[in-house]
């Protein structure tokens, strides 16, 4: 009897075994295979080319904040109002000024009292088409990247409670909120809701609409000779296009920049 059970422990563990081998075998068959997936997907986009330039099209709107003019009117007074950050100090109009394209023109970024901040805020222009947020792509739309910001520690420091309280003492922010939303009293997802509605009407479209665009669209007077020679060598000599392309020019590529050391003589 213990020599039966004794044989049947040992099939046991071997086919254990086996299967641990099997399983680990086929992980690193699979880990070997993932390298040569990915080079021949990036061989395909590089045999296919960039995408040519295009005009922009309509900013897409998610289903869940659909825009509407009292939404977008409230999410404008929202962006201009320091209440939304942690002293009432930085609100999103601080790092995002008008005068310096809706963006921030130094090296970095205001930060928040006491701080220093390590990067410069982007422009909101445009910011509705773009799938990733921040210079590192981590926020995907632009109700996270509201919210990131306005809480973040070197930006607007903000505390959910504070800021919906600030917000709730003012009579008119009460009204708007509960016309837009139907709340009693401002929430904090609908503040970042309402900031994104209106960032999402800052585009270069309609009456805002860039000449290259309207070149692109068929008006061959949009542009000077020279801006069309320039586009010629920007997407064929210059390979500017390899990198910047498509109806954002962007190709969208969140990555580290290699500088590398270049003969003062190299072409």
């Not at 996270?144 to 306005?150: D, E, G, I, L, M």
């Not at 009693?184 to 509605?197: F, G, L, M, R």
């Not at 270069?204 to 061959?220: A, C, M, R």
């Not at 920007?234 to 990198?243: L, R």
């Amino acid at each position: 009897m213990r020599m039966k059970k004794l044989t049947l422990t040992l099939v046991a563990a071997a086919v254990a075994a086996l299967f641990t081998g099997c399983q680990a075998t086929a992980a690193k068959q699979e880990s070997a295979t993932a390298p040569a997936k990915m080079s021949a997907a990036k061989m395909a986009m590089k045999a296919a080319g960039p995408a040519p330039l295009a005009p922009l099209g309509k900013a897409p709107i998610p289903p869940d904040n659909k825009l509407t003019p009292e939404k977008v009117e409230l999410g404008k007074l929202l962006f201009f109002d320091p209440r939304v950050g942690g002293d009432a100090s930085t609100g999103c109009s601080t790092c995002h000024e008008p005068e310096q394209g809706w963006a921030w023109a130094e090296d970095f970024s205001r930060g928040y009292p006491g701080t220093v901040h390590w990067r410069n805020s982007q422009s909101i222009i445009n910011s509705a088409y773009f799938p990733r947020q921040f210079w590192a792509g981590s926020a995907s739309s632009n109700e996270k990247q509201a919210k990131s910001a306005a809480k973040g520690g070197v930006a607007g420091n903000g505390e959910d409670d504070i800021m919906e309280a600030r917000l709730a003492l003012i009579p008119d922010y009460r009204k708007r909120f509960k016309e837009v939303f139907g709340t009693e009293w401002p929430i904090i997802d609908d503040v970042w809701h309402a900031i994104s509605a209106f960032e999402r009407t800052m585009n270069t479209t309609g009456e805002h609409e860039v000449p290259i665009d309207k070149y692109l669209k068929g008006d061959k007077s949009a542009l000077s000779e020279e801006q069309v020679r320039g586009m010629a060598l920007f997407n064929g000599k210059a390979g500017c296009i390899n990198c910047h392309n498509g109806e954002l020019t962007t190709a969208e590529r969140h990555g580290r920049l290699k500088a590398e050391a270049v003969s003062p003589r190299q072409p």
